[in-house]
């Protein structure tokens, strides 16, 4: 069954899809009518925040989005053997496939500087809805070379409602086959790369504009992004000038104090034509790439005509993951044998003192044979997901066509219950 819009506005996933997000209102969706305003020197005198179009070229044509955001990643069945079809010395290959819906909600509270804005569904702020697929292809005699032959690769396809899909490729993870790492990662929690989210000249990340956006600067009251006042988000350090320019450190803080015993760590990314995993890449609707034009003989979006300019076009994106064991503290009460009971983990706190910005998981807790006698707190194994995403996108003002970055992190833990079974 394909994705159902009722009357009311509700989405009702496909049937394939066993356990769907708690799907957004489409008003999540929409932008209504905007108010045009040319940026000058002086604070702008707008109302609706969340509703402001601005026109002219470089740093005078845009505003700075900052959201908070809680998002679901919903798995359906895995689609089977998947058959492509060989060449010549090329056996056949079967693909492994399983679909997905990620859904993204903005949950950004300007009264209390955090993430804990909850609204009706009705009323839902949602962001991002993305269907897609995650596959895993065998190595290849006559496409894979070196380590791409041993491994294989993985690779993630989504279809973005702005006019854009996405094919992103990486290898599959070498395994480790130490005792102490049972899923095969590394013995040892994630380490995260700083990014730069400041925009540059297309082409050239060196020549990054770090001294024209000012509203990259948290504590600039009067700049022109949203939240525009960020004075309770720098309290509460969910965000911040450094957090604005190296997102990764929400991740870095959400995994302070905690006890991570194994990290599986794996890329994928668009890739170019002399990629060591080739194809892949990115397409867009016209309105997006602009007119395409021939540069040293390949097409490319990057015009930089008055007239033939890209409109957020979406060049390239790189996508990296870890996927966590960590080792929760949870708290048993007496309990008969063979009893099963839903608790959730004390969390550490952060360095600061402050409550854990990490997800909370839950266990399903089987008591042994012999039961549990007194309260006791155990340790309990959970696995963690967290992610970075960059895409990088390309507008053509005049004589400065500019990539801008558009970058996204979370932390995820599984929503079902966790089985644990004791033992004596």
Known sequence: MATEITPDGRVIAPLNITKPAPLLGLRGFQWGPVVELNRGPQPLPFGRDDQLKVTGDGPNDNKLILNLTTEQWTFGPTLGKIPNRGFGEQEDIFLGGLPYLQT??????????????????????GIHL????????????????????????VVRMA?????????????????????????GGVKMGPVFGVLDTTPFKIGNPKSRVRDVFHS????????????????????????????????????AKAIENQ?????????????????PLNGGGIANISFLAGKQEQVDGR?????PGPKDRPNAHAESMTNNWWIETVMYDVTVPPM??????????????????????????????????????????IKVPGIQIQYSQTVNLNFGPKNNVLTWPHVSVATLVPTAPQPFQMRA
């Open 159 to 183: 279809s973005i409602p702005h006019g854009t899909t996405i094919n992103a490729q990486g290898l599959i993870p070498k395994p480790n086959l130490s005792a102490d790492t049972p899923l």
């Open 216 to 251: 990259m600067t948290a504590d600039r009251p009067n700049e022109l992004r949203s939240p525009k006042n960020l004075s309770k988000f720098i309290a509460a350090n969910t965000i911040t000038t450094d957090i604005i320019e190296n997102p990764n450190l929400v991740l």
């Open 336 to 377: 008969r044998g063979g009893a099963t009971v839903l608790l959730k983990p004390t969390m550490p706190k952060n360095k600061d003192g402050n409550e854990s910005t990490a997800p909370t998981p839950e266990f399903a807790i089987t008591a042994p044979p012999g039961g549990v006698k007194e309260t006791k707190t």
């Open 259 to 275: 006890d991570i015993r194994e990290t599986i760590v794996f890329e994928v990314a668009t890739g170019h034509p002399t990629a």
């Open 299 to 303: 097409i490319t979006a990057q015009a």
């Open 130 to 153: 993305e269907p897609g697929v995650w596959l895993t292809v065998p190595a290849a005699k006559t496409f894979h070379e070196g380590e791409a032959l041993e491994r294989g690769s």
């Open 104 to 125: 993204v909600q903005n949950v950004t509270n300007v009264d209390s500087g955090k993430g804990d804005k909850v609204k009706d569904i009705n009323e839902a702020d």
